[in-house]
């Protein structure tokens, strides 16, 4: 394999993160030849940390932000001690183990880099930073989502800004020359939360800004319903049985009120946070969410103000849509990644992502596939990526026939149509965002393993019933396999303690009726308008005001679960970086 003489495999995939793993072992499965080639020279993708500032890994305090439910392989469960939201560490101890389980350390190749892929007549040839080329029928391209910072809003925005600029891409840890100085923070996602959770202390008092241009809604990952019960991961409120009564493409009616109020601590938190700053017009369930609303708290307690879409900007001068000003010695960009893909042909990258059959296939070439792209509303991407190799694999080995060329082109339309229509309250940014469970669904009809559930309640009304009321799971998706079908349900039991009862239903059922979230839609239109409002804006700091507002806000100080952040200990306190 060292010389240029050329080897060739079923299937030669790029990048071993954890879409690039899922992908090896789905081929193996199909009893494919498969190469994964990596650049760096271990496996795990972003999981794999790095202080070089010019590899985007996680940082030193990330966690996941769904939980292990939602995250794990569907025939490989986390070890239960790591919690239901692991650190990075642990992620990875998790990624070596299922290579070694699965037996695909033998089929990796680190510190390999791709530098050119073409297609020769009916195979792909892969040429490598050595000079070494291998060739395979199939490419499967698993390179990730954060190849490249994505500096966008710093061209337009922020080009008079005679302040530092930087790219959250580049952080691993809070920076020393960040102490002490006014700091503002740039983007509504999940990285930009985290250094808000943690950067909060180390800059000048009260100087802290979070400006996120576009809103944002957010979630609560892991709270207590109410205070005598037990903290939980929220995400676990997606069983078959909830997606029925309460469907997300409708925005969870009868649920979407606990949303609320766990995210923000009051029915009228409008978009899991009720700030006006941060609000947009998308509707529930169609725009991106952000999982760790804890970060929130912050704003509540002062010692983080929130800002929404920029104005103008002069020296070191930011003005805001509301008339609010706001100086800041640095500005700390979380606007995300940009995904490039500069060894495929030219032809190739300038697609877009919904021009591919689901996207995924490429819809003049079946035999090229990209996988771990597809974002979702609210969920992991693993979910994802797991069902994607399972797709792809099947179709490289024949078992499964795609439509045909003139089917899938009309099914693209249709796909591009509904989430144009889905998200078009959005930037649409994220031009692969789609709502993940019912995507996934998609997949395993293809594929076939959907489950079954009408044969499984025949056979068995107690594990249907372990079936569909408990959380989503990857192994959902291997109940119609006899060999599988008990360690699926083993691991639904497991993951289904103390998340559903009937009962639970009934109160959703009931809630959808009463067109409650409906109510609350209303009302926490009202309150925005009324934050909105002039009148508002004169009185709202005025000591009666406040004590009403302290008088309103007793019920959440009592019942509302803000302490719980994670089923294990907090991460430690991060030592300043000279980063």
């Known amino acids: 394999?060292?010389?240029?003489?050329?080897?060739?495999?079923?299937?030669?995939?790029?990048?071993?993160?954890?879409?690039?793993?899922?992908?090896?072992?789905?081929?193996?499965?199909?009893?494919?030849?498969?190469?994964?080639?990596?650049?760096?020279?271990?496996?795990?993708?972003?999981?794999?940390?790095?202080?070089?500032?010019?590899?985007?890994?996680?940082?030193?305090?990330?966690?996941?932000?769904?939980?292990?439910?939602?995250?794990?392989?569907?025939?490989?469960?986390?070890?239960?001690?790591?919690?239901?939201?692991?650190?990075?560490?642990?992620?990875?101890?998790?990624?070596?183990?299922?290579?070694?389980?699965?037996?695909?350390?033998?089929?990796?190749?680190?510190?390999?880099?791709?530098?050119?892929?073409?297609?020769?007549?009916?195979?792909?040839?892969?040429?490598?930073?050595?000079?070494?080329?291998?060739?395979?029928?199939?490419?499967?391209?698993?390179?990730?989502?954060?190849?490249?910072?994505?500096?966008?809003?710093?061209?337009?925005?922020?080009?008079?800004?005679?302040?530092?600029?930087?790219?959250?891409?580049?952080?691993?840890?809070?920076?020393?020359?960040?102490?002490?100085?006014?700091?503002?923070?740039?983007?509504?996602?999940?990285?930009?939360?985290?250094?808000?959770?943690?950067?909060?202390?180390?800059?000048?008092?009260?100087?802290?800004?979070?400006?996120?241009?576009?809103?944002?809604?957010?979630?609560?990952?892991?709270?207590?319903?109410?205070?005598?019960?037990?903290?939980?991961?929220?995400?676990?409120?997606?069983?078959?049985?909830?997606?029925?009564?309460?469907?997300?493409?409708?925005?969870?009616?009868g649920m979407a009120w606990a949303c609320h109020w766990t995210s923000g601590g009051s029915l009228l938190a409008y978009q899991g946070h009720g700030i006006p700053e941060f609000r947009n017009d998308a509707h529930f369930f169609r725009s991106f969410i952000n999982k760790n609303a804890n970060a929130l708290d912050l704003i509540e307690d002062g010692l983080v103000v929130p800002k929404g879409k920029m104005s103008d900007c002069s020296g070191n001068t930011i003005v805001y849509t509301d008339g609010s000003t706001g100086e800041y010695d640095v500005i700390i960009l979380c606007t995300g990644f940009c995904k490039e893909f500069p060894f495929l042909p030219q032809q190739i990258r300038s697609k877009k992502f919904c021009e591919r059959f689901k996207f995924m296939f490429d819809a003049d070439d079946l035999s090229l596939v990209f996988v771990g792209f597809v974002r979702p509303v609210v969920g992991s991407i693993l979910t994802i990526a797991e069902s994607q190799s399972r797709l792809a694999a099947r179709v490289f080995s024949g078992r499964v026939q795609l439509p045909s060329a003139d089917q899938r082109q009309r099914i693209i339309a249709e796909d591009t149509d509904f989430y144009r229509d889905y998200f078009k309250e959005t930037s649409r940014r994220i031009d692969t965002l789609v709502e993940g469970l019912g995507y996934v669904d998609e997949l395993a009809n293809i594929t076939g393993n959907y489950p079954d559930f009408w044969s499984l309640f025949k056979q068995s009304p107690k594990n249907w019933l372990t079936a569909v009321l408990s959380p989503y799971h990857g192994c959902l998706y291997l109940l119609n396999d006899p060999e599988r079908r008990e360690m699926a349900l083993a691991t639904l039991r497991r993951h289904k303690a103390g998340t559903n009862s009937p009962i639970q239903l009934v109160w959703i059922s009931l809630f959808r009726l009463l067109w409650f979230d409906a109510l609350l839609d209303v009302l926490g239109i009202i309150k925005y308008k009324i934050q909105m409002s002039k009148a508002w804006k004169a009185v709202k700091d005025c000591r009666v005001i406040a004590c009403l507002n302290n008088m309103w806000l007793y019920p959440k100080k009592c019942l509302f679960d803000r302490s719980t952040r994670f089923d294990r200990s907090k991460p430690p306190v991060l030592s300043l970086s000279n980063n």
Not at 78 to 104: K, Q, R, S, W
């Open 1 to 253: 394999m060292e010389s240029c003489s050329g080897v060739d495999y079923d299937v030669i995939i790029i990048g071993a993160g954890w879409s690039g793993l899922l992908a090896c072992k789905s081929m193996l499965e199909e009893k494919l030849s498969v190469l994964v080639l990596e650049k760096r020279d271990q496996l795990g993708g972003v999981w794999c940390f790095s202080d070089d500032p010019d590899i985007v890994t996680v940082m030193k305090c990330t966690h996941c932000t769904s939980s292990s439910c939602l995250t794990e392989m569907s025939d490989f469960p986390m070890p239960v001690e790591i919690g239901e939201f692991p650190n990075h560490t642990d992620i990875l101890e998790y990624l070596h183990a299922y290579c070694t389980e699965f037996g695909l350390h033998d089929h990796i190749r680190l510190s390999c880099a791709v530098e050119r892929t073409e297609k020769i007549d009916r195979m792909w040839r892969v040429t490598t930073d050595t000079g070494t080329w291998l060739t395979s029928t199939s490419l499967v391209v698993c390179n990730g989502s954060s190849t490249r910072a994505n500096w966008s809003y710093k061209e337009t925005h922020l080009k008079t800004f005679t302040g530092i600029v930087e790219h959250s891409g580049t952080y691993k840890e809070p920076v020393m020359a960040h102490k002490g100085k006014r700091v503002l923070v740039v983007g509504g996602g999940e990285f930009a939360s985290d250094i808000i959770t943690y950067w909060h202390e180390d800059v000048k008092p009260a100087s802290l800004h979070w400006c996120i241009p576009r809103g944002q809604h957010f979630f609560r990952n892991y709270a207590k319903l109410l205070p005598w019960r037990r903290p939980q991961a929220l995400d676990k409120a997606s069983s078959k049985s909830h997606r029925w009564l309460a469907p997300l493409r409708k925005g969870k009616p």
